[in-house]
C-alpha cells in the first residue's frame, strides 16, 4: 500500500518535473530574442555582471581514491608496479582500467592535482548546489560507435545537442554561422540551402592556393565580412595573434553550416553523463588492481618506481625539461566566477549554457552558465566568464610552425625513450576532443597489449565516492 502511495506520488512529481522542465526549455528559444531585445538584454546584463563584486573561486572538493600514505613516505619507496601512469586525466584513466580489467595487472596513476579526471573534472558549487566544470564546459560528442558504448559502462547518459549563440553587435546570433546568423547581421531573408550556398559563394575569397593560415582558411569559407564580425576579434581574444600567424587548422575547425541546424556539434551521438564527469572517473579507476595518488608530481616520484612499462600523458616538453630545449607554447584560460544570487528557480542569466563575445569591446571569450546543463534547478546561478591567457594551466597548444618543428624534435627525443610511451593530448601537442583522447587510449591499449577489443563487459567494481 505504501509502495502503491509512493509510486504515485513518484509518478506526480516525475510528470510535475517534466512540466516544468517543458516550460523551462520553451521559456527562451533563440527566436524570442528578437533584434530590440538581444541588445538590452545582451549588453546591459553582461556589463552589470561584470561590475558586480568579485567573488573569488572555492577550492574544489578532495577525492580520495586509494591508498593516499605520506607522500614524503611514497617518495622513499621503492614500489613496483607492471604499468605506472602519469596523469589521471581521460588518456591515464582509461589505459589504467584497461590494463587492471582486462590483464588483472598492478596499476598506478600518478596524478599531481589533488583530483582525479584532467580537465574533465566537475564538482557541485557548494553556495549554489549547481554542479560545474572546474576547466572549462565540456560536451560530449563523438562519431565513434566504440567510444559511445565503451563509455556507456561507466555512467548513464542523458541526450544532450549543445547550441551556443554569440552576441554579434549587439545581437544574439546561433554560433556556427547558420542561415540564421547571416539574416540576423545582415537583414536577409535565406530560407533555402541553396540560397545560402550562393551567398556565400560570393562571399568567400578565392585563392589558386590551398589556405596556408588561418585568415586564409576563414576568408575562403566565409568571406570578409564574416570573418572581420565575428572570425578575426574571436581569433585574436583566443590566441592574442592575428588569424595569418596561425596555421589553417584553428579557423578550419569552426563549422560553417549552410542550413538551420543551430546545434554546436553535428555528430551522431551527443550527451552529458547524468552524474557528471568526476563520477566516470571513480568509476573507471575504481579497481581493486588500481592504486591513484593525488597531489603526486611524477617527476618527484619516477626514481623509486620500478615499472614493467611507462605512459606519460603530462606535457612532452616537461617531460624533457633538462634538455635545455625551448619550451612548447600554449594558451591558457582565466576563468572568473561570478553567482547572481536569487534568480529564481526558473530564471537563467543568459539564454543559453554558452554565450559567445567574439567582438573586441567585451574583454572575456564567452561566458558558461552551468545552471543550463540538464536543466539544473537552484534558486541562484553560477557562471565563469572565460579569459584567454599566455602561461598558466597548458589548454591549447599554439598551432604555428615554430611549435610545430619544437614538438618534432620532443617527439625525436620521445622515440628513443625505451619502455615509456608519450599518450594524451599534452604529451602530443595536440588538441584532443574527449572522444579522440579515449579511442587513442584503447587502441594505444590494444596494439600494446595484443588483445582484441570485444572481449570485455567490465563496469566499475565500487561505489564513486560522489555518490556515497
Ligand atoms: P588531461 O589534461 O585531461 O590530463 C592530463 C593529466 O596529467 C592532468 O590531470 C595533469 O594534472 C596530469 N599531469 C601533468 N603532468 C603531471 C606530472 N608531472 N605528474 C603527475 N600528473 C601530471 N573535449 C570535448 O570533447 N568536449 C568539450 O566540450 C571540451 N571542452 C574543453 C574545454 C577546455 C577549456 C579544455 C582545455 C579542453 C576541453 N576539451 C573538450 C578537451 C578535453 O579536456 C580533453 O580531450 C581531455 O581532457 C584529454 O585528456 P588527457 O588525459 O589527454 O589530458
Not at 546561433?174 to 531573408?189: H, K, M, Q, R, W
Not at 556565400?200 to 576568408?219: C, F, G, I, W
Not at 538551420?260 to 564527469?277: C, I, K, T
Request: hydrophobic share 35%; aromatic share 10%.
Amino acid at each position: 500500500m505504501i509502495g502503491g502511495n509512493n509510486s504515485n506520488n513518484v509518478v506526480t512529481s516525475l510528470i510535475l518535473l517534466s512540466i516544468c522542465s517543458i516550460i523551462f526549455v520553451l521559456r527562451t528559444p533563440l527566436s524570442d530574442f528578437t533584434v530590440e531585445k538581444q541588445r538590452t538584454y545582451a549588453v546591459h546584463r553582461v556589463i552589470t555582471l561584470i561590475e558586480e563584486r568579485e567573488i573569488q573561486p572555492k577550492e574544489s572538493p578532495e577525492i580520495q581514491l586509494g591508498n593516499q600514505d605520506n607522500l614524503e613516505d611514497y617518495i622513499n619507496e621503492v614500489k613496483e608496479y607492471d604499468v605506472c601512469i602519469a596523469g589521471a586525466g581521460l588518456s591515464g584513466a582509461v589505459i589504467a582500467e584497461r590494463y587492471a580489467s582486462q590483464l588483472d595487472q598492478k596499476v598506478v596513476v600518478i596524478e599531481k592535482r589533488n583530483h582525479i579526471g584532467g580537465n574533465c573534472y566537475d564538482y557541485t558549487d557548494d553556495e549554489t548546489g549547481i554542479r560545474v566544470s572546474q576547466y572549462g564546459a565540456h560536451l560530449f560528442h563523438t562519431v565513434n560507435k566504440r567510444v559511445w558504448e565503451y563509455v556507456h559502462r561507466f555512467s548513464d547518459w542523458t541526450k544532450y545537442e549543445h547550441e551556443v549563440v554569440g552576441i554579434v553587435e549587439g545581437k544574439h546570433v546561433p554560433i556556427p554561422v547558420n542561415i540564421e546568423t547571416v539574416n540576423t547581421l545582415f537583414g536577409l531573408n535565406i530560407t533555402s540551402v541553396e540560397e545560402m550556398d550562393d551567398w556565400l559563394s560570393r562571399e568567400q575569397v578565392k585563392y589558386d592556393h590551398t589556405p596556408r593560415n588561418s585568415e586564409e582558411m576563414a576568408l575562403s569559407r566565409v568571406g570578409e565580412r564574416l570573418y572581420e564580425l565575428i572570425f578575426r576579434p574571436y581569433t585574436i581574444k583566443q590566441w592574442n595573434k592575428e588569424p595569418k600567424e596561425l596555421g589553417p587548422e584553428v579557423t578550419a575547425r569552426i563549422p560553417v553550416r549552410n542550413n538551420h541546424d543551430n546545434r554546436y556539434f553535428g555528430d551522431p551521438y551527443q550527451a552529458l553523463p547524468s552524474n557528471g564527469y568526476t563520477a566516470i572517473f571513480e568509476n573507471l579507476l575504481c579497481h581493486p588492481k588500481i592504486e591513484v595518488r593525488l597531489n603526486t608530481d611524477y617527476f618527484k616520484v619516477r626514481d623509486n618506481l620500478r615499472c614493467g612499462h611507462t605512459y606519460f600523458t603530462g606535457p612532452i616538453d616537461a617531460y624533457f625539461s633538462h634538455t635545455g630545449y625551448k619550451k612548447l607554447e600554449y594558451r591558457s584560460i582565466d576563468f572568473e566566477r561570478k553567482v547572481v544570487k536569487d534568480i529564481g528557480d526558473d530564471n537563467t542569466f543568459q539564454p543559453k549554457f554558452v554565450v559567445n563575445h567574439p567582438s573586441a569591446d567585451a574583454n572575456f571569450t564567452r561566458i558558461v552558465e552551468y545552471k543550463h546543463m540538464l536543466n539544473q534547478t537552484s534558486k541562484h546561478t553560477v557562471m565563469f566568464i572565460e579569459r584567454s591567457k599566455d602561461g598558466g594551466e597548458p589548454y591549447y597548444p599554439v598551432p604555428n610552425d615554430e611549435n610545430k618543428a619544437l614538438y618534432r624534435r620532443y617527439q625525436e627525443l620521445a622515440a628513443k625513450e625505451s619502455n615509456v610511451t608519450f599518450v594524451g593530448r599534452l604529451a602530443n601537442y595536440k588538441y584532443f576532443n574527449m572522444d579522440q583522447a579515449i579511442i587513442n587510449a584503447l587502441e594505444l591499449f590494444d596494439k600494446d597489449s595484443g588483445l582484441k577489443e570485444e572481449n570485455d563487459d567490465h563496469v566499475a567494481f565500487c561505489v564513486p565516492t560522489s555518490q556515497k
